[in-house]
């Protein structure tokens, strides 16, 4: 992918159905014995209150490439379980991300035909550019293939599906 | 029609790749923005827009009294980690394996 050249954009939004029960993705979302096994592998911790704190652990793999032990962290906004999640979301990664501070995700969920499941993933990124990039998997450091939420949904999605 | 089905037969049209690489370069957008990029009646972008949004290839978001459009890459990346991976991985493994045989040969 190519970074993005005209105006900075500010939402992200991402869409995917998965052949699972709201609370199936929700368990995913945010115990870390389900976020282990998909994307980046990172061990969330959840308090599920407003107020609430959140902390992503990057697995051990991960770290020995040189990613902070913490790599995401952020506050519960709104947790009303199993179909709608609001956080702030910090990622750590490098100082540059770092420093654009914290960002705000929505994760909504809902039941749709056939045994599917809707996740809409919105991501509001006001001034935080090289954390947008990251997101979109347009940042260059990225494996080729790109990465960020969609690929991450991707896998979530083969992961509930095909075990 | 399956979500792949969906989702190639809204690629299989210029206007809609048009669409999407204007979304890519920046999300976000109202019809209004979007028809004044294209040789075409509001209707026209209108039914090209359903057609992208049922693929899921577009997702609408009210904002106040405006209808905003964002890309949503997930489809693509659906189709690229089910297919591509699959084809190209073999293409890479073959020149490997080209390689090694050419090397022990040589």
Known sequence: MTTKTESETTVQVYRVYIKATPQAIWDAITKPEWTRKYGYQAAAEYDLRPGGMFRSVASEEFQAMGMPEVVVDGEVIEANPPRK????WR???????????????????????????RLTVTHQLENAPATAAWLAGSDARLQEGGGGWSWVLSDLKTLLETG | MTDDDRVF?????????????????R???????????????RFGVMKHLRVLEEAGLVVARRSGREKLHFLNPVPIRLIHDRW????????????????TELEETA
């Open chain 2, 27 to 41: 999300d976000g957008r109202t019809l209004t923005e979007l028809e004044s990029e294209l040789e075409m009646t």
């Open chain 2, 9 to 25: 037969k809204a690629l299989a049209d210029s206007t809609r790749r048009f669409l999407l690489d204007r979304l890519f370069a």
């Open chain 1, 91 to 117: 990622f750590l990664w490098d100082e540059q991300v770092a420093g654009e501070g914290p960002t705000r995700v929505t994760f909504d969920i809902t039941e749709d035909d056939g045994g599917y499941s």
């Open chain 2, 84 to 99: 591509i991976d699959k084809y190209t991985e073999r293409q890479v493994s073959a020149l490997a394996e080209l390689k």
């Open chain 1, 85 to 88: 999640l609001v956080q702030t």
